[in-house]
């Protein structure tokens, strides 16, 4: 039972680069999220979706887009990485209600920008 | 200001010792409200999830919310080295639209043996 999986776990891109991470779920949830962890800052939620075909902003949603083609992908993208945007990265999915179901979280991507 | 304010710790403790961890947090909404324990370069799991007010316990951690002071509480007993993580607390304020949660930074606990 793999759960949450993210591709890839390490990368390093130089200032300008673009890259896509991807978010596999298969508990067949209906919402997924992506969050951004800093030190010091926490889990920032960056953007997330309720269903296939949806998205929506989160609370630092700025140079990123995000695509929910089949419910069982979330794919965050990054069009012109920033040095800022060095972070890891986590993929998370839940049933609906998530406030009383839990979060899933997939293991992470650290991502460095050069 | 932070919604959710959490000492960054790091925390250490012996084996065996009482943990107490804790969030303030300044949105009265919040009514749900979760521990997620987080090991080094894992994902966060859920550890405990409260509804309001009161007390849960489960095994060896218990978990407290005090809506009125606006406080939560996490307690682990009978520390073991196994609990050594980083904690994170995390709010929400309703069951639906998306279910939008709000972490804390999280508390590095280290528990030695």
């Known amino acids: 039972n793999a759960g949450v999986t993210q591709t890839p776990k390490f990368r390093v891109l130089k200032t300008g680069q673009s890259m896509t991470l991807l978010c596999a779920q298969d508990?067949?949830?209906?919402?997924m999220y992506w969050y951004r962890q800093d030190p010091g800052m926490g889990l920032r939620l960056i953007h997330y979706?309720?269903?296939?075909?949806?998205?929506a902003k989160g609370e630092v949603p700025d140079g990123y887009n995000v695509s929910r083609l089949k419910k069982q992908n979330f794919l965050l993208g990054l069009e012109s990485a920033a040095p800022s945007q060095t972070s890891v990265y986590f993929c998370a999915s839940s049933y609906p209600s998530g406030g009383k179901r839990p979060q899933h979280f997939g293991d992470g991507t650290r991502l460095s920008i050069l | 200001q932070k919604e959710v304010e959490q000492d960054p710790g790091p925390l250490s403790v012996p084996e065996g010792a009482i943990v107490s961890l804790n969030c303030t947090y300044s949105?009265?909404?919040?009514?749900?409200f979760m521990w997620y324990r987080q090991y080094s370069r894992k994902g966060p799991e859920l550890l405990m999830y409260t509804y309001s007010s009161g007390n849960k316990e489960d095994g060896r951690f218990t978990a407290q919310v005090d809506k009125s002071s606006k406080y939560i509480s996490l307690f682990i007993r009978d520390s073991q080295p196994s609990d050594s993580a980083t904690y994170l607390c995390a709010m929400s304020a309703s069951e639906t639209s998306g279910s939008r949660l709000t972490f804390g930074e999280g508390t590095q606990l280290t528990v030695n043996p």
């Open positions: 949105n009265s909404a919040f009514q749900y």
């Open positions: 508990m067949n949830h209906e919402y």
């Open positions: 979706s309720v269903g296939e075909g949806t998205t």
